[in-house]
């Protein structure tokens, strides 16, 4: 079997989960397997070989799994994005419109640099209005969006439009 069906074959529908309507993909089927992790990661990882990439931020939760694997796999700093008053220390945040209601988020101040190109990854990509959020903090602490990774993109939903003033380059593992 490929990869992409091998990890198609252990990502889990839930079905109503969180709420009535939602079809949940759950990956975390996919942890229990080490070897499949790795190449996962190095899929992730090859896409973005020759472009040039300072950081990984990943989108808290499922965000850090592949996120810092993926990080380290490039030998470059891993930075996690949390949801508010989650992080310690002193935070750029940025607020974003819901199905109902609003979501803010959190970068750390000091975890990249200005100029840096920042790879944002998530487990992922839906309607599009988490990543582009990360990529405001990240354009906060004046760097750049280099692109973006998902492990699951569901195409129907059109999230790249969201992307797209940010950063041309979306790869993802796998489409829905
Ligand atoms: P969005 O901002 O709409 O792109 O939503 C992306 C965020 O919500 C990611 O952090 C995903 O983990 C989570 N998410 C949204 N829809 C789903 C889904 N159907 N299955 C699993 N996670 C989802």
Redesign the pocket.
Known sequence: MNLVDKVKSKIRDVKDFPKPG????DVTPLLSDPKLCIEITSALADHWQDAQVDAVVG?ES??FLFGMLLAQSMSVPFVPVRKQGKLPWKTVEFSYALEYGEATIEMHTDSIDPNWNVLVH??????????AAAAQLVNKLSASVAGFSFLVE?EFLN?KEQLDPHAKDVKSLIYY
């Open positions: 939602i079809v949940f993909k989108i499922r965000g998530d487990d992922l990509l839906a309607t599009g209005g988490t990543a569901l999230g």
